[in-house]
């Protein structure tokens, strides 16, 4: 049973380009959550994306986009990329239970290393 | 103020010894507690979930939640080089929190 995948592993552009990130979900799974993991630090949620919806969204600008597509895959989208754009994008998949039996348990890729120059 | 905090570390201890780590919080609001672990270049896995406070043992691994003191701990016994890892606590609100919170994650090293 395969995980959550997530492509390109690594990328590297330069300031102002846009960059599109992928993810699958694990089998089962119908949320999909992107955060963003700098250097030493633990993951800072952007958004999440339930029935192609964007959920709930993290303190990141407008320039961080995403999309869910109806087989549950997500895009995340950044726009205008600066320096400190610079991190590990980690998608997590998790399958709601309604909010009634626990909280989303995520199941998280290997993620997406970004380097911005 | 993080609404979650954690030592970064790093922490190096002898293989076979007890290790404690440690995260504060500010949100009473949050519910669900889980420890993460992490390897190099990899993502986080689930190692822990408890709900509320109290304790929850799985193995060599013991969680514990204070919530009177907004305090949380995962133990680890016997521990073994292949626990090298970064452990990220994470915690959640109760029904509508969809977005979980993490520490900065704890660097461990277990020498052999």
């Known amino acids: 049973d395969a995980g959550v995948t997530q492509s390109p592993t690594h990328l590297i552009k330069t300031r102002g380009q846009q960059v599109t990130l992928r993810c699958s979900p694990k089998s089962g799974h119908d949320t999909v959550s992107w955060y963003q993991q700098a250097l030493g630090q633990g993951p800072q949620f952007i958004f999440q994306y339930y029935e192609e919806e964007e959920r709930q969204r993290g303190n990141f600008p407008d320039r961080f986009s995403g999309h869910q597509f109806p087989n549950y895959s997500s895009e995340l989208n950044v726009n205008a990329l600066l320096l400190g754009d610079s991190a590990l994008y980690l998608c997590a998949s998790s399958r709601w239970t309604g909010g009634l039996s626990g909280a989303n348990v995520l199941t998280f890729g290997a993620g997406s290393r970004l380097t911005v120059l | 103020q993080k609404e979650v905090e954690q030592d970064p570390g790093p922490l190096s201890v002898p293989e076979g010894a007890i290790v404690s780590l440690n995260c504060t919080y500010s949100?009473?609001?949050?519910?669900?507690f889980m420890w993460y672990r992490q390897y190099s270049r990899k993502g986080p896995e689930l190692l822990m979930y408890t709900y509320s406070s109290g304790n929850k043992e799985d193995g060599r691994f013991t969680a514990q939640v204070d919530k009177s003191s907004k305090y949380i701990s995962l133990f680890i016994r016997d521990s073994q080089p292949s626990d090298s890892a970064t452990y990220l606590c994470a915690m959640t609100e109760d029904t509508g929190g969809f977005k979980t919170i993490f520490g900065a994650g704890t660097r461990l090293f277990v020498k052999a």
């Open positions: 949100n009473s609001a949050f519910q669900y």
